[in-house]
């Protein structure tokens, strides 16, 4: 399996970006699909899940009700779709699969992306 995020960038303190996360080499519909962020000095932290048929969305606290994770089965994509951004969300986003359910731990985790710069600032 193979990811490959893009969609990172600047924002101002209020707006929006929208990260993709191209999956190939495996099924995608066998994969919880996941994002992580990490900024510098920090551990990476959950951020979003979706479930194998898109149906169950996890969410971390800080996010909540701003984030929003969606896959797309025809294009074997995922997406995370940032709203209301603040400069605390500035980080590098990961997408991440994992072969089985629902987990938010890292280490639960087989494949990552590369990571995609965030930097939400005026």
């Known amino acids: 399996v193979q990811l490959q995020a893009s969609g990172g960038g600047l924002a101002l303190p209020g707006g929006s970006l929208r990260l993709s996360c191209q999956f190939s080499?495996?099924?995608?519909?066998?994969?919880?699909m996941a994002w992580f962020r990490q900024t510098p000095g920090q551990e990476r932290e959950f951020v979003s899940a979706i479930s194998w048929g898109g149906t169950n969305k996890y969410y971390a606290d800080s996010v909540e009700g701003r984030f929003t994770i969606f896959r797309d089965f025809d294009k074997n994509t995922a997406g995370l779709q940032m709203d209301s951004l603040t400069p605390e969300d500035s980080a590098v986003y990961f997408c991440?699969?994992?072969?089985?359910?629902?987990?938010?731990?890292?280490?639960?985790?087989?494949?990552w992306g590369q990571g995609t710069l965030v930097t939400v600032s005026s």
């Open positions: 991440a699969a994992r072969d089985g359910p629902y987990s938010n731990l890292e280490n639960k985790f087989h494949y």
């Open positions: 080499g495996g099924t995608f519909n066998h994969h919880t």
